[in-house]
């Protein structure tokens, strides 16, 4: 019984090559690296071309995003709480992030839609007329709406809990010997974080960004609902539209033709692969943080 | 001989601040305060986010070149980390709010008996809010936490006491496993469970189908969270019962699992909470219906979640209404299920 | 490093007699206070201890003179350490923490408000049980590394490092390997490695919390060296629980005991008469080994 896990993990990879075999046998290497997706209705004797590439890269791009804008955030809030924060602020604190972690991806999906895109379009001109000059940061045209970056801040949002609860179990395992030795040597506060905590935490803050990473990638709903899906490769993250694997097969999803559905099925198995070796990652590191106490 | 002694002295803590000593904080802050809205009446810059941003410049520096002054670079150093990571802290609960109070506004003016009496058989979204309701939808979230318990639970809990008490020769490799598990998105369990069975028998899409990819998303997280709560029963319970001449099985069965019982349901309700709201992978498998289907094998089912996604999805003024007020009602479900398990985890460890 | 957290591990010497003791500490040259230009020492005045509701150490006054050894010691629970933690200001770091009385250093109270606590550590240094160098940090980063968390500028490190280090009593043995992870070292150069890292921000008192317990007999004579090296410099005090030691090295003995209550000082003198001719009944009970 206890293998059900292998079982289940095998029967995932397995079902879902086979189905997608099809797929990526007709396409080849374009499958991964091609940007252009275009269906034809079967029997119809023309060419399907399914190329998964703008999806994989705006995948990255709205993950990269979200990792920049919630690990900085995350840590600081693990430091806050495991060292700033008073014992009542710090439970209340607490809570609010294991509330976070409560919400459904379709609550912030529907608040990231209603609320937060009409101020992050907002921030998103902001940060174009600063520092537009930047190539990420520029846009060819005044569209706001919808972009990897609003994605992006949704996502940070998402991944703050786990990205949070990650940093805080390691720095609070920091050995309290080091923290006193540190402290007797006439240290401040944040003068024994940086020569202690950081140290001794930094791996396992980045197996925690990895836990997010891994979460970031496979998010459907909340990403569906503030981003435009349009197959063509875009690294300007304020403008309006990227890529998204998982966003992409649920919106072709519902109608898709036979030969289509195969190739969403196969893009599913690549998503899959991808979450697995970040997770397995991410792991490795977290556990050899914790055991080697370095 | 013991004496009692009584202290002729109080115990003090002459290491805290006394309010004293916050007169300059409160002072800065009073002065940054001013400086901003002047800042911001004078200059171009305005808006929350301007207010915003100099408050925090302004207050930080003051503070940063106050404790300079008074006890030089490391101390100034020490308040702005201190200032910062506070500020983190609060950027992190500002999202939390915003959320909270935007599901109450928008979600309570639909919220009533009919909620959770009537079904959408016969309103479309178009009709007033006061026709119409959730009933459907909450039966079939219902159904799909009872069905994907009733298959994960089994799973997880003989897959956390292999961990826990076998340690068999396979044990880091399983634990290995589940963590990977813990990352297949939901849209991938979906997707799989719509390859492996709808898409090679003849099956359609049910309650029965669409609680099979939760099941797998539920397993993990019921795992890890039992087998934290089996590590806690002390070992003596265990040793008393293998030198009572048990079976290491009856032993687990008798005794590891029945004094472990409180947190295993925590594992449960965790589990439950994790899948409540999924979304994606019922796109794949629920198929779906505007009335309450009380049969698990056959006919489409609806979901909260999947209710949620509709009203969004149709874009109307009506839908999305629909939509709030439908998560108003899952959100309170979630909530409830994690408090319940909160109390409960809490009890385990007062014990 | 063995993670031996066990106290007792060399401490057969608790029940030797007492007459061997006291010719051990009757044998080292005795030093008053006050001869030596270093400042005024430290003193305690009525210092009580707690964590929350429970009193662990009542009323203790002590004069550590400037120049000296001051060995506490007492059985495990008598508040030798508690007290030695509120000299530094280490005892606030118990969230239950609470304390009453003054500790005045060259006739300053370190409890003011007004003083800056990072300051005090920097002046009253302390090495601790187990030896704690900075894992990530070098040999010569570990020694240094006082500078840098307190933001010290200083010119000549170099000199500092060698200095440091020979007063610690290790120079000799890492003089090649100063870019080396402190991880590589044995308990007891790991432990003459803090000594030298406490030196370099130049403390006028040494606190020392059974700085010998988690070593072998032969890395405690090393240790128990430097600190009669040191000792012409600064104002050391060391807790231990191994009475050998407080004779070989210490110029006044204080010893602590709770009798289930919060522990006190009952008596403190010269060594040697605390070892040959206490006052208390209880302090001759403990040193000539009838309980311990």
Redesign the interface.
Request: charged fraction near 10%; glycine fraction near 6%; include cysteine.
């Given at each position: 019984?206890?293998?059900?896990?292998?079982v289940?993990?095998t029967?995932?990879g397995l079902?879902?090559s086979?189905?997608g075999y099809q797929a990526f046998k007709s396409q080849g290497f374009h499958f991964i690296t091609g940007v252009d997706w275009v269906a034809a209705q079967d029997g119809s004797g023309e060419k399907n071309v399914f190329g998964l590439g703008a999806m994989i890269i705006g995948t990255l791009v709205i993950s990269a995003t979200a990792l920049v804008v919630g690990v900085?955030?995350?840590?600081?809030?693990a430091?806050?709480?495991t060292?700033?924060?008073p014992?009542r602020f710090k439970k209340f604190?607490i809570s609010?992030?294991?509330?976070?972690a409560?919400?459904?991806?379709?609550?912030?999906?529907?608040?990231g839609?209603?609320?937060?895109m009409p101020m992050a379009e907002?921030?998103a001109k902001?940060i174009h007329k600063y520092l537009g000059w930047i190539p990420i940061f520029d846009v060819p045209q005044p569209a706001y709406t919808r972009s990897p970056f609003i994605a992006g801040i949704v996502l940070a949002?998402m991944i703050?809990p786990i990205v949070?609860s990650v940093s805080r179990e390691i720095f609070a395992q920091t050995?309290l010997?080091?923290i006193?030795?540190?402290?007797?040597?006439?240290?401040?506060?944040?003068?024994?974080?940086k020569?202690?905590v950081l140290?001794?935490g930094a791996s396992g803050v980045v197996g925690g960004a990895m836990?997010g990473l891994?979460?970031a990638?496979?998010?459907?709903?909340a990403v569906y609902?503030v981003l435009n899906i349009v197959f063509k490769v875009n690294f300007q993250v304020l403008y309006g539209f990227g890529g998204n694997i998982?966003s992409m097969?649920?919106q072709k999803?519902g109608e898709a033709s036979l030969s289509e559905g195969k190739a969403?099925?196969a893009a599913?198995f690549v998503?899959?692969i991808m979450?697995?070796l970040?997770?397995?990652g991410?792991?490795y590191i977290v556990r050899r943080t914790v055991k080697t106490g370095? | 001989m013991t004496t009692t002694y009584v202290p002729t002295v109080s115990p003090t803590r002459p290491w805290k601040k006394t309010p004293a000593q916050l007169i300059p904080t409160v002072v800065i802050l009073i002065l940054a305060l001013l400086l901003d809205v002047s800042v911001v009446a004078v200059t171009p810059m305005k808006g929350k986010?301007a207010y915003a941003l100099l408050f925090f410049l302004f207050s930080v520096g003051m503070q940063f070149i106050y404790a300079w002054v008074k006890r030089g670079r490391?101390?100034a150093?020490?308040s702005?980390?201190?200032a910062?990571?506070?500020?983190?802290?609060m950027?992190?609960?500002l999202?939390?709010l915003?959320?909270l109070v935007?599901?109450l506004v928008?979600g309570l003016p639909g919220l009533g008996l009919h909620t959770f009496t009537q079904t959408m058989e016969k309103t479309s979204y178009s009709d007033p809010l006061s026709s119409g309701g959730l009933l459907h939808a909450i039966v079939g979230t219902l159904y799909l936490i009872v069905i994907a318990t009733a298959i994960a639970l089994?799973?997880s809990i003989?897959?956390a006491?292999?961990?826990t008490e076998i340690k068999g020769r396979?044990a880091g490799f399983?634990q290995?496993?589940?963590?990977?598990?813990?990352?297949?998105?939901?849209?991938?369990?979906g997707?799989?469970i719509?390859?492996?069975i709808l898409?090679t028998t003849n099956l359609r899409g049910s309650t029965f189908i669409g609680a099979l990819p939760l099941a797998?998303l539920m397993?993990?997280t019921v795992?890890r969270t039992a087998q934290e709560v089996l590590l806690l029963v002390p070992a003596e319970l265990r040793e008393a019962g293998l030198a009572l001449g048990a079976t290491q099985w009856r032993t687990v069965a008798t005794i590891v699992v029945p004094a472990a019982r409180s947190g295993l349901i925590t594992a449960v309700i965790l589990g439950v909470?994790r899948i409540?709201?999924?979304?994606?992978p019922l796109?794949?498998t629920l198929g779906t219906t505007d009335k309450v289907n009380l049969n698990p094998f056959t006919g489409g089912q609806n979901a909260l979640?999947y209710y949620?996604?509709s009203g969004?999805r149709d874009g109307t003024e009506g839908g999305?209404a629909r939509?709030?007020t439908a998560?108003l009602v899952?959100?309170i479900l979630?909530?409830s299920l994690?408090t319940t398990a909160r109390i409960f985890g809490n009890r385990k460890a007062k014990r | 490093m063995s993670n031996e957290h066990d106290q007792d591990g060399e401490d057969m010497s608790v029940t030797a007699p007492a007459s061997a003791l006291s010719s051990v500490a009757a044998n080292r040259a005795h030093r008053e206070p006050g001869n030596m230009p270093l400042g005024s020492g430290l003193e305690a005045r009525g210092i009580h201890a707690w964590f929350g509701k429970h009193l662990a150490l009542a009323d203790v006054s002590l004069d550590f003179g400037a120049g000296t050894v001051t060995a506490l010691i007492g059985p495990s629970g008598c508040g030798k350490s508690t007290f030695i933690r509120t000299l530094?200001r280490?005892h606030e770091?118990i969230?239950s923490a609470a304390m009453a009385g003054e500790v005045l250093l060259d006739g300053k109270d370190i409890y003011d408000p007004q003083i800056d606590v990072?300051?005090?550590?920097?002046e009253i240094?302390?090495v601790?049980q187990?030896p704690?160098?900075?894992?990530?940090m070098t040999i010569g980063e570990n020694v240094l590394?006082?500078l840098?968390?307190?933001?010290i500028k200083r010119d000549n490190k170099e000199q500092l490092l060698e200095e440091c280090l020979t007063r610690a009593g290790l120079w000799n043995e890492v003089k090649d390997r100063l870019d080396a992870h402190a991880g590589g070292l044995s308990g007891g150069q790991q432990q003459r490695l803090?000594i030298a890292?406490?030196l370099a921000?130049n403390p006028k008192v040494l606190l020392m919390d059974e700085p010998c317990s988690a070593l072998d007999p032969g890395s405690t004579l090393r240790i128990e060296d430097t600190i009669s090296q040191l000792a012409r410099t600064m104002t050391i005090i060391i807790v231990t629980h191994n009475m050998q030691q407080a004779a070989r090295v210490s110029d006044y003995t204080a010893f602590f005991l709770s009798d289930g209550g919060p522990g006190q000082m009952i008596e403190v003198g010269p060594t040697n008469e605390i070892f040959s001719r206490p006052k208390d009944q209880r302090t001759e009970n403990y040193v000539s080994g009838r309980f311990g």
């Open positions: 019984m206890s293998m059900s896990s292998l289940i993990l029967l995932i079902f879902l086979l189905r900085p955030l995350s840590v600081l809030t430091l806050f709480l060292f700033y924060a014992e604190l609010v992030v294991d509330l976070m409560s919400f459904p991806s379709i609550l912030y999906g529907l608040w839609f209603f609320v937060l907002y921030w902001l949002i703050i949070t050995p010997d080091r006193q030795a540190a402290y007797a040597l006439g240290a401040t506060r944040w003068a024994m974080i020569a202690v140290p001794f836990l891994g979460r990638l496979g998010e459907t709903v609902s998982a097969i649920v999803w969403l099925l599913g998503l899959f979450t697995l970040v997770n397995m991410a792991n370095r | 986010l490391p101390a150093m020490d702005l980390a201190g910062v990571t506070m500020t983190g802290g950027i992190v609960f999202p939390v915003s959320i935007t599901v928008k089994p799973l003989l897959t006491l292999y961990l396979a399983i290995f496993l589940v963590q990977a598990m813990s990352g297949v998105p939901s849209v991938v369990a997707v799989f719509y390859a492996a898409l797998i397993i993990p795992t909470a409540a709201g999924e979304t994606a796109l794949f979640p949620i996604w969004l999305v939509a709030w998560i899952l959100l979630v909530l994690f | 530094n280490m770091f969230p990072t300051k005090v550590r920097l240094g302390m601790f187990k704690n160098p900075f894992p990530s590394s006082g840098k968390l307190a933001q803090c890292r406490s921000v």
